[in-house]
């Protein structure tokens, strides 16, 4: 077996896994639109996408804590090759939670939601970048369950100020100058581009993502598995 087959079998493994994947996103297409938008549930599956990222990779996280690196330097595969196959293998799972919740949108909301492929693509950056950054933030900590312990204040706080989990017309134009700096913004800030069809918006959301994943890949290989 190689080794993207492996971790995705390693986090199949796991039954809350499983849950994230296939049943948490239903329930948040159920929330209803505020005026002019796309309905909420679409922005706060960010804030799922972000957990989901942090507990699929931690089969990753944990063999660089254990120090699988001694063994994987005396192995014919590279660190990095083991890296992206690891990668790789969490962000197809995020691909099928990605398109269990389009494939729900159109059941539920119909023609309410639109351009579902171009949503995809903002998902799935945003997948990557969310992925990105919990590899970057285990650089931290070597413990992953005080990783997860403060990550999951963190991460709230982070969604709520971003506009994943409280609407970005709620938040004052003050705020909104410093938060534009916060990776997760730009999801929200993506779905209002798109929704009010200003696609160059959207093209600067996605692209501001991948800048942010790039940042957080560099960091998180840094430490060598």
């Known amino acids: 077996m190689n080794l993207y087959l492996f971790a995705i079998r390693e986090d199949a493994r796991h039954p809350l896994n499983i849950i994230l994947i296939f049943l948490l996103p239903i329930p948040v297409l159920f929330i209803p ?83 579902r492929v171009v949503l995809f693509t ?35 706080i982070l969604c709520l100020l971003s506009g994943v989990s409280l609407p970005l017309f709620l938040l004052p134009d003050q705020l909104i100058r410093y938060i534009m700096f916060l990776p997760t913004y730009w999801l929200p800030f993506g779905l209002e581009a798109w929704h009010g069809g200003n696609t160059m918006q959207l093209i600067q959301a996605q692209a501001i993502l991948l800048g942010y994943a790039g940042i957080f890949l560099l960091i998180g290989s840094k430490r060598r598995l």
């Open 33 to 115: 639109a505020n005026p002019g938008s796309y309905p909420f549930g679409l922005s706060l599956y960010g804030m799922i996408i972000v957990y989901s990222s942090f507990l699929l990779s931690r089969p990753l996280v944990e063999d660089r804590m254990k120090g699988i690196a001694v063994r994987i330097a005396a192995s014919p595969i590279s660190s990095l090759c083991y890296l992206a196959n690891h990668l790789l293998g969490y962000l197809t799972l995020l691909v099928v939670q990605i398109f269990i919740l389009l494939l729900g949108s159109l059941i539920i909301h119909g023609d309410a939601v639109s351009g």
């Open 122 to 156: 903002l998902y799935l950056t945003f997948g990557v970048m969310s992925l990105s950054m919990a590899l970057a933030w285990n650089v931290l900590f070597k413990s992953y369950n005080l990783s997860f312990g403060i990550f999951s204040g963190v991460a709230s």
